[in-house]
Nanobody, 124 residues
């Protein structure tokens, strides 16, 4: 059974940093981070394609967030710097099935496997 387990969420003040981790029970070539704030739809934050280590980011986080993966540990990371109150949300790790993995994307519908989420709260 595939499992994705996120950790690293918490409460920080605006301008602070957090690093989220996602440990997977198997290797995936396409993974991503998503977030969902109360009353809003789930949105893509960042995606990564292991094949060529290409990445994609939402415009709202470009230059502040960085996605990376440690292949040896099957762990995905999201380094979040210069956090803003509008970054407050539940953050989810997700992975695509291998047969639909062709590159990094941020569309939730393309991801088959999801973690339970970790809460990030940024206060002003």
């Amino acid at each position: 059974q595939v499992q994705l387990v996120e950790s690293g969420g918490g409460s920080v003040q605006a301008g602070g940093s957090l690093r989220l981790s996602c440990t997977a029970s198997k290797s995936f070539s396409c993974m991503g981070w998503f977030r969902q704030a109360p009353g809003k739809e789930r949105e893509g934050v960042a995606g990564i394609y292991i094949g060529d280590t290409s990445t994609t980011y939402a415009d709202s986080v470009k230059g502040r967030f960085s996605i990376s993966r440690d292949a040896a540990k099957d762990t995905l990371y999201l380094q979040m710097n210069s956090l803003k109150p509008e970054d407050t949300a539940m953050y989810y790790c997700a992975a695509k099935s291998e047969w639909v993995c062709h590159g990094p994307t941020q569309s939730p519908g393309e991801y088959a496997y999801w973690g339970q989420g970790t809460q990030v709260t940024v206060s002003s």
